[in-house]
T-cell receptor, first 116, second 115 residues
Framework: KNQVEQSPQSLIILEGKNCTLQCNYTVSPFSNLRWYKQDTGRGPVSLTI?????NTKSNGRYTATLDADTKQSSLHITASQLSDSASYICVVSAFWYGGATNKLIFGTGTLLAVQP | DGGITQSPKYLFRKEGQNVTLSCEQN?????MYWYRQDPGQGLRLIYY???????QKGDIAEGYSVSREKKESFPLTVTSAQKNPTAFYLC??????????????FGQGTRLTVV
């Protein structure tokens, strides 16, 4: 069964500190992996998208890594800011010939709270 | 500004009523999608459309209906047959017809509550 699991469920850190969020997946055949940021009550916004051949991709203070062998990804946030408080969702897509159903498999997200 | 606009932001429905959620995009995207988000669960696909006048069921289509009469618009109707409609609904669009390979852009969501 195609699944995406994220850890931790929630995380509290102090402003200025770094943190790392984890994503494990069992999706096959793998196409790409995305990280989204979702502010409370808003739609998700894309942070990074990585294909099978990419190990690392950065977007400002966000750095995503991908290990396709172990089927793990992480999102590292550097020098956190109060505006980083949000839910971070890992999304894995699978090749699917015909139809788009289940092509994107969403994790349940990690809720990050950055405190002053 | 280009983007996806969902309306209303909040919607209250009495039991037994049908309600329609609006989704409009000016990104010239061919593909549009509706997702449902519940606490503690990942987004689940309700319906998707890859071209005007055509749409397909997703994983949880029961109790929902859609139309795609225009490229820019993909309204979702939550019917009285949907037994547990209270949720956060997200509309998305993408540049290509293959959802897995193209960037998906999301609207700001509509929170539907049954009263």
């Amino acid at each position: 069964k195609n699944q995406v699991e994220q850890s931790p469920q929630s995380l509290i850190i102090l402003e200025g500190k770094n943190c790392t969020l984890q994503c494990n997946y069992t999706v096959s055949p793998f196409s790409n992996l995305r990280w989204y940021k979702q502010d409370t009550g808003r739609g998700p916004v894309s942070l990074t998208i990585m294909t099978f051949s990419e190990n690392t991709k950065s977007n400002g203070r966000y750095t995503a890594t991908l290990d396709a062998d172990t089927k793990q990804s992480s999102l590292h946030i550097t020098a956190s800011q109060l505006s980083d408080s949000a839910s971070y969702i890992c999304v894995v897509s699978a090749f699917w010939y015909g139809g788009a159903t289940n092509k994107l498999i969403f994790g349940t997200g990690t809720l990050l709270a950055v405190q002053p | 500004d280009g983007g996806i606009t969902q309306s209303p932001k909040y919607l209250f429905r009495k039991e037994g009523q049908n309600v329609t959620l609006s989704c409009e995009q000016n990104l010239n995207h061919d593909a549009m999608y509706w997702y449902r988000q519940d606490p503690g669960q990942g987004l689940r696909l309700i319906y998707y459309s890859q071209i005007v006048n055509d749409f397909q069921k997703g994983d949880i289509a029961e109790g929902y209906s859609v139309s795609r009469e225009k490229k820019e618009s993909f309204p979702l109707t939550v019917t009285s047959a949907q037994k547990n409609p209270t949720a956060f609904y997200l509309c998305a669009s993408s540049t290509g017809l293959d959802q897995a390979d193209t960037e998906a852009f999301f609207g700001q969501g509509t929170r539907l509550t049954v009263v």
